[in-house]
């Protein structure tokens, strides 16, 4: 049997008993028939329990608990927590709103019960996210420093998805340079997944790749790396959550993304640029120094040539055109730091020269 039909037959029951005990309440006012009050009174409260109860009881409870259903837990318990919140301040400010006079002292401290359970359920359920995010933070900070010595050994350095792509951080890893623990928040891995399932096929080797780097990193290195689920609520860009994170961890962002770097020095934050340590340790280059390069292609002035060095430096050789595909000897006339890279511009020169210089 439903419920519905269950509380119908209760409710008609109770409203007849109420009925009855009408009709003889009535009977005894207007002196008539205590039998035929009873009777009537009582197939009307029958009746009206049969109809109504449903309305009354289960109806209700069923809106409650779908209500209930589409609220989410969190919200719940920041509703909760709100609640708590507002009837502890009520209960201190009873005792001196009972010290008013009457009827203050008997009204207030029941008007206060309600406007702050009211007050701190709305402010707990409208900056539940903010809450939820500090709590969270400040649950993650004291592992990070319960697990951690008084040096920054273990501190975290979060990842960005470029740097995973990269794949040169699993070199860096080996070498034992990166102190510290290798966070990648879940939104770094999920942006990851994202550019592995691409429709295009170049992101899509990118983002396996990635895949791979990642769990060659958590298995080879012996820098420890952790998955964290810490995210930053209110922000939909993962560059913008990672600088967010960065500033409240009080962390360094390891990357290799240019608009990234600027973004968060400009906030701040630390950043270990992989392309800066790569140019860091190139070889040292001064302008008359002599080199032997293999010109592979034309570059986009009339005459010049370009080559590459082993660490992938750019090198363009005046007049080189004339030298493709060949081993030349070339003398430095000029290099050029950029953002991107490092850049030598040099000429076609004779090994005696050369020398000379």
Known sequence: ???????????????????????VYLSGIDNGDAELYAVVLGLVGALAGLVLTPYLTVRPMRKFRSVLARISAQTLVAGLAGL????????????????????????????????FGYLGISIFVMRQADIFSVMRLTIFKGTEESRSSSTDVNRPILLDTSVIIDGRINDIARTGFLVGTLLIPRFVLNELQYIADSSDSLRRQRG?????????????????????????????????????????????????????????????????????????????????????????????????????????TMVVVEDGKNHLNKEVTVKVTKILQTAAGRMIFARVGDQEDIDES
Do not use: H, W
């Open 1 to 23: 049997m439903s419920m519905d039909f269950l509380s119908r037959i209760f409710g008609m029951v109770v409203f007849a008993i109420l009925g009855v005990y009408a009709g």
């Open 84 to 115: 708590m919140t507002g009837l502890i301040f009520a209960a201190l400010l009873a005792f001196p709103l009972s010290l008013l006079p009457s009827p203050f002292g008997d009204v207030l401290p029941f008007v206060g019960v309600l406007l």
């Open 208 to 312: 396996r790749r990635g895949m791979e780097v990642l769990s060659e990193l958590q298995k080879d290195t012996a820098v420890p790396v952790r998955i964290s689920d810490i995210d930053v609520e209110g922000v939909r860009e993962v560059d913008d959550k990672l600088v967010i994170l960065a500033r409240q961890l009080r962390c360094p962002i390891l990357t290799n993304d240019y608009n990234l770097n600027r973004i968060a020095e400009l906030q701040g934050v630390p950043v270990l640029n992989v392309n800066e340590l790569a140019n860091a340790v190139k070889s040292v280059l001064l302008p008359g120094e002599g080199l032997i390069v293999n010109i592979i292609q034309e570059g986009k002035e009339a005459g010049q040539g370009v080559a590459y060095l082993d660490d992938g």
